[in-house]
């Protein structure tokens, strides 16, 4: 009797991966149809020049291969308000089919959660496709500064280029002047941080608040000769390339401040990610999770990457999602602190 049973079970569970196995087949058959002979552009909330540019120029070269039905992939740039246009763009304007994929400013999500109202849009409603890499930033100044630590920054203004208001460009000094009572003053308005370095460049201003990678890729000769100085690290630890320069976390004075340093500055954990839009079919999400996470596997993409002076320090579309969920995840307490003091538009 046991023996018919089990015979019995197996029967079914082969009737059961039969029945299953068309369906998977139709959905990959379904999904390759979809994107055959499709344009998909990747929406990069910032200008031509920078890191988020330059990535996703990467990714547009590559992930079309993997995608199936292998569309044409193009970056579009559209900057403004610190990648917020390309935000809300994504989430109310942007077809909800798979067929647009985006990529914003790392402290976009944690601005609309504390509520920019230039914010139209839910991160946590996205469809997160991957994370190609942290991006810790630093605050530099010129060699020629008379500031020579972050110390010094307390009693003497320190003048910085920046562009928008949303930006971690300008949202780490002007959170630094909140929490840590740095003197930064922030110059608004440059197109992009390799505008913004050149203007530090000519003497315009002291220095300039960026991404690591984007400072090495645009302009390593200014490490390697010091040409500039770097002040802080913004990350949740230090870069091993910089292990003698604090982090802004570290710094901070009293366990509510650290706390909301951590926060804020956890962002970089953020980094260089993709998503699509809300209202997906599944499937297309699922094709282009693994689209990424095959591409991010391809010797020549992580080449192409390091080239441009970046790297491939990845998280998969699932840890993603996980992890923007967790900003809805603080508590109301210190959400509230937050609030009070990161600049976000009322």
Not at 69 to 77: A, D, E, F, M
Not at 158 to 183: R, Y
């Given at each position: 009797?046991?023996?018919?049973?089990?015979?019995?079970?197996?029967?079914?569970?082969?009737?059961?991966?039969?029945?299953?196995?068309?369906?998977?087949?139709?959905?990959?058959?379904?999904?390759?149809?979809?994107?055959?002979?499709?344009?998909?552009?990747?929406?990069?909330?910032?200008?031509?020049?920078?890191?988020?540019?330059?990535?996703?120029?990467?990714?547009?070269?590559?992930?079309?291969?993997?995608?199936?039905?292998?569309?044409?992939?193009?970056?579009?740039?559209?900057?403004?308000?610190?990648?917020?246009?390309?935000?809300?763009?994504?989430?109310?304007?942007?077809?909800?089919?798979?067929?647009?994929?985006?990529?914003?400013?790392?402290?976009?999500?944690?601005?609309?959660?504390?509520?920019?109202?230039?914010?139209?849009?839910?991160?946590?409603?996205?469809?997160?496709?991957?994370?190609?890499?942290?991006?810790?930033?630093?605050?530099?100044?010129?060699?020629?500064?008379?500031?020579?630590?972050?110390?010094?920054?307390?009693?003497?203004?320190?003048?910085?280029?920046?562009?928008?208001?949303?930006?971690?460009?300008s949202l780490f000094p002007a959170v630094m002047?909140?929490?840590?009572?740095?003197?930064?003053?922030?110059?608004?308005?440059?197109?992009?941080?390799a505008e913004a370095m050149l203007a530090m460049?000519?003497?315009?201003?002291?220095?300039?608040?960026?991404?690591?990678?984007?400072?090495?890729?645009?302009?390593?000769?200014?490490?390697?000769?010091?040409?500039?100085?770097?002040?802080?690290?913004?990350?949740?630890?230090?870069?091993?390339?910089?292990?003698?320069?604090?982090?802004?976390?570290?710094?901070?004075?009293?366990?509510?401040?650290?706390?909301?340093?951590?926060?804020?500055?956890?962002?970089?954990?953020?980094?260089h990610s993709y998503f699509t839009t809300p209202?997906?079919?599944?499937?297309?999400?699922?094709?282009?999770?693994?689209?990424?996470?095959?591409?991010?596997?391809?010797?020549?993409?992580?080449?192409?990457?390091?080239?441009?002076?970046?790297?491939?320090?990845?998280?998969?579309?699932?840890?993603?999602?996980?992890?923007?969920?967790?900003?809805?995840?603080?508590?109301?307490?210190?959400?509230?602190?937050?609030?009070?003091?990161?600049?976000?538009?009322?």
């Amino acid at each position: 009797m046991a023996r018919l049973q089990n015979k019995e079970s197996m029967l079914a569970v082969t009737l059961v991966l039969a029945t299953a196995m068309p369906s998977i087949a139709a959905n990959a058959q379904d999904v390759s149809a979809f994107y055959a002979g499709k344009t998909v552009p990747l929406i990069v909330g910032f200008p031509t020049g920078g890191g988020s540019d330059l990535f996703g120029r990467a990714v547009v070269r590559h992930i079309g291969t993997y995608i199936p039905g292998s569309p044409r992939v193009i970056l579009q740039n559209m900057p403004g308000a610190g990648s917020i246009i390309a935000a809300n763009y994504m989430f109310n304007t942007a077809p909800k089919d798979g067929t647009v994929l985006g990529g914003i400013s790392q402290g976009a999500p944690l601005g609309a959660k504390l509520g920019n109202a230039q914010s139209q849009f839910d991160p946590a409603k996205f469809n997160w496709i991957g994370r190609l890499a942290p991006t810790p930033a630093v605050t530099m100044v010129r060699s020629d500064s008379k500031v020579d630590s972050i110390e010094q920054t307390l009693s003497r203004e320190v003048t910085l280029s920046a562009t928008g208001a949303g930006s971690t460009v300008s949202l780490f000094p002007a959170v630094m002047n909140k929490v840590l009572q740095t003197k930064f003053k922030i110059i608004l308005g440059y197109k992009g941080s390799a505008e913004a370095m050149l203007a530090m460049d000519r003497g315009e201003v002291e220095g300039h608040s960026t991404s690591w990678v984007l400072v090495n890729s645009i302009h390593p000769d200014w490490i390697q000769t010091g040409k500039v100085r770097i002040l802080v690290q913004h990350g949740l630890s230090r870069m091993p390339e910089l292990p003698n320069v604090p982090t802004s976390v570290e710094i901070a004075k009293g366990d509510d401040n650290r706390a909301i340093m951590h926060a804020i500055m956890a962002s970089s954990e953020i980094g260089h990610s993709y998503f699509t839009t809300p209202d997906v079919p599944t499937e297309r999400v699922a094709a282009l999770r693994k689209a990424f996470d095959d591409m991010i596997s391809e010797p020549q993409f992580v080449s192409d990457v390091v080239r441009t002076g970046g790297e491939v320090r990845p998280l998969t579309g699932e840890a993603m999602q996980k992890l923007i969920g967790e900003l809805d995840a603080m508590s109301p307490a210190l959400l509230e602190r937050i609030k009070e003091i990161y600049p976000v538009s009322e």
